[in-house]
C-alpha cells in the first residue's frame, strides 16, 4: 500500500499560525497535522508515502525526514500552487500501480484507507454525510457507481453527501489530469480529473461514517481540539 499526502498549500485560513511554518506541521492535540494522517495511513498498512510540498516545504522535509516508523517518506514539490490536481499530476513517475491519495489536513480512521485499497476501479472516492455540504464537493452516485462531484455547489446542493477528501486511484488518474481545464477557482481541481472518468465508469465510491477531521482554518482547528 502507498499513498501521496497533498501537503502543499498556503495555509491562508490558518493564519497567522502559518505565518512562518506550513499547515501541515501546525499542531493539534501536540503532533503536527501531517503526523496525524501519516499515522492513520501507518496503521492501515501503508508502507510508503510521497508527500507534495509547497509553502516553505523544506521544514517538512526536516520535521519528518525520510522515514515515518518505518513508512518509507519521499517528497516532491509543487512550486506554484495550482490545485489539488496539479498537485496529484505531481508524483506522475514517482508511483506504479494503484495509490491512495489523502490530504494533510483531513484526519479520518485507518479503516477508511483500507475500504478504499479493496475497490478495484481506477477511481475510488470516499463519501460522507454532512450538515453544511455547500462547503465541499457533493456527490452524484448512481447505484455503486460515482456519477459525480459537484465542487462547492451554488444555490441549494442537490444532496447532503460530500467528498470527504481520500482516494484511490489507478494510473489512468493521471491521464486524466493532462486533460482537465484549469476551474472558474483558477486552479485544476482532482475532482475534475474523476469526474472524468466517472463519464466513463471507471469511477467508484466507498462510504465512510467514522470520524473526519476536515481542518482548514482556525475555526475548525479550534472546533477539532473540543472533540
Same mark, same amino acid.
Given at each position: 500500500m502507498k499513498a501521496?499526502?497533498?501537503?502543499?498549500?498556503?495555509?491562508?485560513r490558518m493564519m497567522p499560525l502559518t505565518e512562518k511554518k506550513p499547515k501541515a506541521l501546525v499542531e493539534f492535540n501536540g503532533k503536527p497535522l501531517l503526523w496525524h494522517v501519516l499515522e492513520?495511513? +501507518? =496503521?492501515?498498512? %501503508? !508502507?510508503e508515502a510521497l508527500v507534495i510540498i509547497g509553502y516553505k516545504g523544506q521544514l517538512v522535509e526536516k520535521r519528518f525526514g525520510t522515514s515515518f516508523k518505518g513508512m518509507k517518506l519521499k517528497y516532491v514539490e509543487q512550486r506554484i500552487p495550482m490545485g489539488t490536481g496539479h498537485a496529484v499530476l505531481q508524483a506522475k513517475g514517482e508511483v506504479k500501480g494503484r495509490f491512495l491519495v489523502g490530504?494533510?489536513?483531513?484526519i479520518i480512521?485507518?479503516?477508511?484507507? +483500507? =475500504?478504499?485499497? %479493496? !475497490?478495484k476501479e481506477q477511481a475510488v472516492i470516499a463519501l460522507r454525510k454532512e450538515k453544511h455540504?455547500?462547503?465541499f464537493g457533493v456527490a452524484i452516485v448512481k447505484g455503486k457507481k460515482l456519477e459525480k462531484i459537484i465542487e462547492k455547489p451554488k444555490g441549494k446542493p442537490t444532496g447532503n453527501i460530500v467528498n470527504?477528501?481520500?482516494y484511490c486511484f489507478g494510473q489512468k488518474i493521471f491521464k486524466a489530469l493532462e486533460?482537465?481545464?484549469?476551474?472558474?477557482?483558477?486552479e485544476f481541481e482532482l475532482t475534475d480529473a474523476v469526474n472524468a472518468l466517472a463519464r466513463k465508469g471507471k469511477a467508484s465510491y466507498v462510504k465512510y461514517?467514522?470520524?473526519?477531521?476536515?481542518?482548514?482554518?482556525m475555526a475548525e482547528l479550534n472546533k477539532a481540539k473540543k472533540r
Open positions: 501521496i499526502i497533498l501537503a502543499a498549500g498556503l495555509g491562508k492513520s495511513l +501507518k =496503521k492501515a498498512g %501503508a !508502507k490530504s494533510g489536513d483531513v480512521q485507518p479503516s477508511l484507507w +483500507k =475500504k478504499l485499497w %479493496a !475497490k455540504p455547500e462547503k470527504a477528501g481520500a486533460r482537465i481545464k484549469m476551474s472558474p477557482r483558477g461514517r467514522g470520524k473526519c477531521l476536515d481542518i482548514g482554518t
